[in-house]
Nanobody, 115 residues
Framework: QVQLVESGGGLVQPGGSLRLSCAAS????????MDWYRQAPGKQRELVAS???????NYADSVKGRFTISRDNAKNTVYLQMNSLKPEDTAVYYC?????????WGQGTQVTVSS
């Protein structure tokens, strides 16, 4: 099993920045994808960004140019650098690990963008 722990959420003003972290532990395979999702109140969970074990990335159109996903394989940690934050970025952010059909989710971290 793989356990995920997110951190780095909080309250930030519009235009500000936050960096989320997701640390993975347990039986981690060498080939896996890690994603960041978010879920705003009353809305479905949506994919924000993903990164593969070889570093290929993908972003939702709504965050392209503002968010950057990266990973530190030595630390089994994935990051989401969020810049130019907007009120519509307010949501609970979750990280997800996926490898060979196995999926694990973190508990989520709240991001609130408000003045």
């Amino acid at each position: 099993q793989v356990q995920l722990v997110e951190s780095g959420g909080g309250l930030v003003q519009p235009g500000g920045s936050l960096r989320l972290s997701c640390a993975a532990s347990g039986s981690i395979f060498s080939i896996y994808t890690m994603d960041w999702y978010r879920q705003a109140p009353g809305k479905q969970r949506e994919l924000v960004a993903s990164i593969t074990s070889i570093g290929s990335t993908n972003y939702a159109d709504s965050v392209k140019g503002r968010f950057t996903i990266s990973r530190d394989n030595a630390k089994n940690t994935v990051y989401l650098q969020m810049n130019s934050l907007k009120p519509e970025d307010t949501a609970v952010y979750y990280c997800k690990y996926m490898s060979l059909g196995y999926v694990s989710w973190g508990q989520g971290t709240q991001v609130t963008v408000s003045s």
